[in-house]
């Protein structure tokens, strides 16, 4: 059995995969390492740049149906104590894979974890955050964050700097790097393939809450995340995360929570298509409009309607793909 296995999802993200596996081999000390490319329909030579570049990694084929869907694929050929779900475009600055492993083998409570995560020109990117509920989906709506004092209620990111540098308990973290155990999947089932991209892991995490492990930040390593900071998300992407945000609502909000969540949430979208009138933010009205639209259920979701696939524990979910040839 390996000690580790690190699941990247490629979609055409060849370019991010030559430094983030150099530098995932780099900090795994001594770990049975078992490192898995999900290869989502790429076409720009993921798969050769894995077969000539990283002998020792695999290549798991599958189709594009989201996020989710393909962290599955890979993972349902992996047996490892752990799993590490990474996105392409991160690299591993400080601390190793063998150390966060260590930890965890002596904290048996602790399901998943997430680590602090910096931006290219060197600021914290905020990763914790608290579960969504109608009164952070009011104070995103407001535009809280922006406030001199801005309300921890009110916000679903945590904010302050200090909290990163430090072992802290948390609600989920961002899907940029996910270290879970593998019984706590076992119990808590893996990823939602309903949600095709966006809430899949706030939904992951919520399970692995609600069947009694921990969530936690470790501050033990840093990663760089190449994240795109405030770059307005295209239409079809804001599309995305409204849908998912009415997903996860839909899922785990009580009724009359979700539908005050979802109204606080269409607000989000209307102030967003408001401002986009002023000057300078002209970017925000595309995205802002197909998202109130495709809530409104005027379009439909920007990826298709979402499979009927219900969450099993990891035992007894079968592939759906043709089993991968052996390394």
């Given at each position: 059995?390996?000690?580790l296995a690190?699941?990247v999802?490629s979609?055409?993200d060849?370019?991010?995969?030559t430094p983030c596996?150099?530098?995932?081999y780099a900090h795994?000390?001594d770990?049975?390492?078992?490192v898995?490319?999900?290869?989502?329909?790429s076409?720009d030579?993921?798969?050769?740049?894995?077969?000539?570049?990283?002998?020792?990694?695999?290549?798991v084929?599958?189709?594009?149906?989201?996020f989710g869907?393909?962290?599955?694929r890979?993972?349902l050929?992996?047996?490892a104590?752990?799993?590490?779900?990474?996105?392409?475009?991160?690299?591993i600055?400080?601390?190793?894979?063998?150390?966060?492993?260590a930890?965890?083998?002596?904290?048996?409570?602790i399901?998943?974890?997430g680590?602090?995560?910096?931006?290219?020109?060197?600021?914290?990117?905020?990763t914790?955050?608290?579960?969504?509920?109608?009164?952070r989906?009011?104070?995103?709506?407001i535009g809280?964050?922006?406030f001199p004092?801005?309300?921890s209620a009110l916000?679903e990111?945590?904010l302050?700097?200090r909290?990163?540098d430090e072992?802290v308990?948390?609600d989920?973290m961002?899907?940029?790097f996910?270290?879970?155990?593998?019984?706590?999947?076992?119990?808590?089932?893996?990823?939602?393939?309903?949600?095709?991209?966006?809430?899949?892991?706030t939904?992951l995490?919520y399970?692995?809450?609600?069947?009694g492990?921990?969530?936690?930040?470790?501050p033990?390593?840093t990663?760089?995340?190449?994240?795109?900071m405030g770059?307005?998300?295209?239409?079809?992407?804001e599309?995305?995360?409204?849908?998912a945000?009415r997903q996860?609502?839909?899922?785990h909000l009580?009724?009359?929570?979700r539908a005050?969540?979802?109204?606080?949430?269409?607000?989000?979208y209307?102030?967003?298509?408001?401002?986009?009138?002023?000057?300078?933010h002209?970017?925000?009205r595309?995205?802002?409009?197909?998202?109130?639209r495709?809530l409104?259920?005027?379009?439909?979701?920007?990826?298709?309607?979402?499979p009927?696939?219900?969450?099993?524990?990891?035992?007894?979910?079968?592939?759906?793909?043709?089993?991968?040839?052996?390394r």
């Amino acid at each position: 059995m390996d000690d580790l296995a690190v699941i990247v999802v490629s979609t055409n993200d060849a370019e991010w995969l030559t430094p983030c596996l150099s530098t995932v081999y780099a900090h795994a000390a001594d770990l049975r390492l078992d490192v898995v490319v999900a290869d989502n329909e790429s076409t720009d030579g993921t798969a050769e740049l894995i077969r000539d570049q990283f002998s020792a990694a695999r290549v798991v084929p599958c189709r594009n149906l989201g996020f989710g869907h393909a962290n599955n694929r890979a993972l349902l050929t992996c047996t490892a104590r752990y799993v590490l779900f990474l996105n392409p475009d991160t690299e591993i600055l400080d601390g190793t894979l063998a150390d966060l492993v260590a930890l965890l083998d002596r904290r048996s409570r602790i399901g998943m974890a997430g680590v602090r995560q910096l931006t290219a020109d060197g600021a914290l990117y905020p990763t914790i955050r608290n579960f969504p509920n109608a009164l952070r989906a009011f104070g995103q709506a407001i535009g809280s964050e922006r406030f001199p004092v801005s309300p921890s209620a009110l916000r679903e990111r945590v904010l302050e700097e200090r909290v990163y540098d430090e072992e802290v308990s948390c609600d989920w973290m961002t899907g940029s790097f996910m270290l879970v155990r593998m019984e706590a999947l076992q119990g808590a089932g893996i990823f939602d393939e309903r949600f095709f991209m966006s809430s899949e892991e706030t939904d992951l995490a919520y399970r692995i809450k609600q069947a009694g492990w921990q969530v936690v930040h470790l501050p033990q390593m840093t990663i760089l995340h190449h994240v795109h900071m405030g770059e307005p998300l295209g239409e079809r992407m804001e599309a995305q995360y409204a849908i998912a945000s009415r997903q996860f609502a839909e899922k785990h909000l009580p009724a009359i929570h979700r539908a005050i969540y979802l109204v606080f949430l269409r607000l989000h979208y209307r102030i967003r298509l408001l401002r986009s009138f002023a000057p300078g933010h002209e970017a925000e009205r595309p995205g802002a409009r197909r998202a109130l639209r495709t809530l409104r259920g005027q379009e439909p979701p920007p990826f298709g309607p979402p499979p009927p696939a219900a969450v099993a524990p990891l035992g007894e979910l079968v592939p759906r793909e043709p089993p991968v040839a052996p390394r």
